[in-house]
Every structure is written in structure tokens, then in C-alpha cells.
């Protein structure tokens, strides 16, 4: 009986030994920082955090169509985080009176995410749907 626990402790866990060069550092958010992240729903990309919400008009989530008809359920934050702004901002068709938009796509996958405004606010609105809480995706 002692000799097989012996055994059995002695075994070497080389196997399970991760090559230093697929260890990723990266810098992680605490836990609760992380609750707060909202995701490329594309490729988990952090994009924002829910403690940036920006409120216009005293809202933060809106329902609008674009001149094609099609809708778009967006969320509006004061900074976006791993976003790329790309295109000449203009005002035609915006939105919010008085602001310009241009397109922010994701800085990682380059799915379009949404639009920052610019203007008396400065602020992003991020397409509900392609964006998912990182509190859902972690367990
Ligand atoms: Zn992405």
C-alpha cells in the first residue's frame, strides 16, 4: 500500500508542462473590472466598460433606423477602448442633432461596432448586438 502512494507521488507531471512560448502575458482586468467589460460579440475583444456609459438626454440606449430602414438598438458610452475610429466625419443623417459621425470598427477583427460622434458631446454609440458582456462570456 505505501509503496503504490509512493509511486503515484512520484509520477512527473512534465506532461502537463505548458512551453513557456504559449504562455500569453497579458495584462487582465480584476474580476470585477471584468463584469463591467463589454466584448466584440465577433472576437471578444475588449471594447468598453459599462462604468463609461454616457448619458444623452438622460439615456444611454436608443432604438434608431439608418436612411435604409434598418434599425439599430445602440448604446452610447463616453470612451470606447479597443475601437478604431475610421472615416471623415459628417453630420448628414446623424443621429444627435448637432453631432458628426464616422464608423468605429473593432481594432482587432474590424467588424463595424458602431459610430463616435463628435460635436458639443463627444461620445460613441456601440451597435447592441455585436457588442456582449464580458460577465456572460467568463465563467
Ligand atoms: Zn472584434
Redesign the pocket.
Known sequence: MDSQVEAMAGAAPEATKIPESEIQVLPRPSVSDAAKDWL?A??L?RVASDQDRFHYDGKSEFTFRNPQGIQFDILTFSRTLGCESTGTPTQEHTWFPGHAWCFCV?D??G?HLGWPYTGPSEFAALIRERIVRALLVRN
Open positions: 466584440c465577433s472576437c475583444n473593432c482587432r477583427c467588424t
